[in-house]
């Protein structure tokens, strides 16, 4: 599935676009990122989730008539992975999902708390902030696929 990607060093910038007040306390802050989109988690088809509820829209932007899906990937080891625009790299990073934070009147009313190995990294590798989240480890696949359909793969 796809989200949004808020590493906590963003600090400020995060919070503001989230409408949120803080980050959650965490060891280490940072390492870890807050992944949302559109008030929840993201768009998680129903299979993949351990809790999956259709929900009013929370951003102001969407149209009135929208709905929007409440959904918990289970916690545990996570992937993220995106192609560049160019589609010849895939930055791939490991880590895990190890909570869910709410913060009531936010864009973030149920988001994911990921944990990667080295956040200062991948800050400075991210080519955007919408990013797939994948459960489980899955960069030795990808390298995998990666040699088959000739992309290089870049560690976050």
């Known amino acids: 599935m796809m989200t949004n990607l808020y590493p906590f060093l963003m600090g400020k910038a995060a919070l503001a676009h989230e409408r949120i007040p803080y980050f959650p306390e965490v060891d280490d802050p940072a390492d870890h990122i807050l992944a949302a989109h559109c008030g929840y988690l993201g768009v998680v ?3 993949f989730a ?3 509820t259709l929900s009013s829209k929370v951003l102001a932007i969407v149209d009135d008539n929208a709905s929007a899906i ?3 990937l289970p916690a545990g080891d996570m992937t993220l992975a ?3 625009p160019s589609f010849e790299k895939m930055s791939v ?3 895990g ?3 869910y934070v709410q913060y009531e009147n936010s864009d973030c009313l149920n988001g994911a708390i990921l944990k990667v190995a080295d956040g200062r990294r991948m800050l400075n ?4 902030h919408h990013y797939l989240l994948m459960t489980g480890h899955h960069q030795a696949d990808i390298e995998m696929i990666g040699k088959v359909f000739n992309f290089q793969v870049a560690e976050l």
């Open 93 to 95: 990073a490991e880590g």
């Open 82 to 84: 995106k192609f560049d």
């Open 97 to 99: 999902l190890t909570d």
């Open 70 to 72: 409440d959904a918990r």
């Open 45 to 47: 088809p129903q299979s």
């Open 50 to 52: 351990t809790q999956w």
């Open 125 to 128: 590798r991210l080519t955007s």
